[in-house]
């Protein structure tokens, strides 16, 4: 699969031809920069490393330097790894924008979910409570209830529906139109939402 690194813009719309409002998310795609090129003979497998968003060097460890000094590009904050580009097709330091796709074509979107914090039972997984606040109850309101039996199995089964973290799942958004792109400010519209915040990363796949 081919594809690059990019962030979450923001949602809008757009007008189709028969003049139906769709809704649409703006996506930055790259400037993604190689940073590193995988072959079969030295590395087992054939695979390109892309870096997206620049960081500076006070915020870089020494051994991720090296790497970067080693195809000469400034240290980056995202890091993936390709398997679709064909051996030979890009080299290292290259730098691959937006117009590796072109409209009106479909992609998938990765995406990390908005974090929720920790989180009850009724929020994470739709449990109704006790309901009623009578007969002497008391803040029992969300509560999760009964979790097992006492004798016999004597413990909490795996998988139980407890209160945990929430959200920041990795989340893909298959089949996504790209409705318009902008190559002069790295940018593209596609169809439908895309999960994350505003200023989230994303991967993008053709």
């Not at 998310?25 to 090129?37: D, H, K, R, S, Y």
């Not at 929720?116 to 029992?140: A, D, E, I, L």
Request: charged share 25%.
């Amino acid at each position: 699969m081919q594809g690059l690194i990019g962030k979450k813009i923001g949602m809008t719309s757009v007008f189709d031809e028969s003049g139906k409002n769709i809704p649409c998310t703006v996506l930055q795609a790259g400037p993604c920069v190689v940073t590193q090129v995988k072959t079969r003979e030295r590395d087992g497998y054939s695979a390109v490393q892309l870096g997206f968003d620049e960081k500076k060097e006070k915020h870089t460890t020494k051994a991720e330097l090296g790497h970067f000094k080693k195809t000469g590009t400034t240290p980056r904050r995202k890091l993936i790894e390709f398997t679709g580009f064909p051996e030979g097709e890009v080299n290292e330091g290259e730098v691959l924008t937006v117009e590796l796709f072109r409209p009106d074509i479909y992609v998938d979107v990765r995406g990390w979910s908005k974090g929720k914090g920790f989180q009850g039972v009724v929020k994470r997984h739709g449990f109704s409570g006790v309901g009623g606040q009578t007969h002497g109850q008391h803040n029992r309101g969300r509560a999760p209830g009964s979790l097992g039996a006492s004798s016999f199995p004597s413990r909490v089964l795996p998988g139980m529906r407890m209160a945990g973290r929430m959200g920041g799942d990795k989340v893909m958004m298959m089949s996504m139109r790209i409705m318009k792109l902008m190559p002069e400010n790295n940018l593209m519209i596609v169809e439908g939402p895309v999960p994350g915040p505003k200023g989230g990363y994303v991967i993008i796949t053709k």
